[in-house]
Structures are given as structure tokens and as C-alpha cells.
């Protein structure tokens, strides 16, 4: 398998809908695109984009104003355990899991709140040539409603 270059993996900003326990998030990344080698040797590398959201749902916040959480780690299960976050990323033709198993809510410092998010990639669920990954990083939170 293939390792999929999550350096490459540059997230612009994150969304957060819903209120009380039944949250959903989106995460835009900026597109960018991958060369998938060939399996045989005389075959031909492929360029594929990446230009797809994460969405996950079934987010268990505890409240209604995500405002309210700056300062605050939030830590998930895996899926299939309860209170896991549903997640996916559509890749190469087929929806990806994506397992998020914490969120941070952090000041950004111009009166916005940074989320921080540590995520497990699982591609080779779905046969995507990828090796599956972790991956971390930091996202800026769209006020609700934008």
C-alpha cells in the first residue's frame, strides 16, 4: 500500500451545526492533488484529486453554544464504540472512515475559537491504494450560521 501524504492535508475551516447532543461538523481542506503509483509494473501512475469535506455526525457537544467550550477537550470513541463520531471523507470513489477521537476548543486570538482535531484515516477499508493514518492538526471554527 501506498502512503498517503497527509502533509498535503491543509485544512481552511471547520463548521459546526446542530445543538445539544446531536451535533454535526464539516471540515473544508484546500484541493490538492495525488499520484497513485501503479500496482504492476508495467501499468501507469494516476493523478487523483482531493477536493472533498470531512463530514461527521452524531457529535455529543452537551450544549448549544460551541462558544462555550474554549478551553475544553473533548475525547470520542472509535467507531463502532457508543459516542463515536460518524465520520467520513468521500476519496477515489467510495466514503473513507474517518474515526475523530478528540476536538479541542481553543482561543485564536482574534476573538475566534481554533479547533484542534486528532483523527485515525482508516483508507484501506474501502481498497483506496492508501495505507491507513493519523493525523492531527488545527482548523478555525466558522461562527455558527456562516
Known sequence: ???FPAHALRARTARLTGQGNDWS???DFAPFTITLEPEAPEGQPRELAFAYPFRGDGIELGTDDPASLIGRRL???ANPEDGYIDGSVYFHGCH???DVTRLDF????????MLGVESRWLMSVEGTGFADFSHSFKV???PAGV
Do not use: H, K, R, S
Request: glycine share 14%; charged share 15%.
Open 140 to 142: 478555525p471554527l466558522a
Open 1 to 3: 500500500m501506498q502512503t
Open 25 to 27: 461538523l464539516e471540515i
Open 106 to 113: 481553543a482561543p485564536d486570538g482574534a476573538g475566534g475559537v
Open 75 to 77: 475525547e470520542f470513541p
Open 96 to 98: 473513507t472512515p474517518v
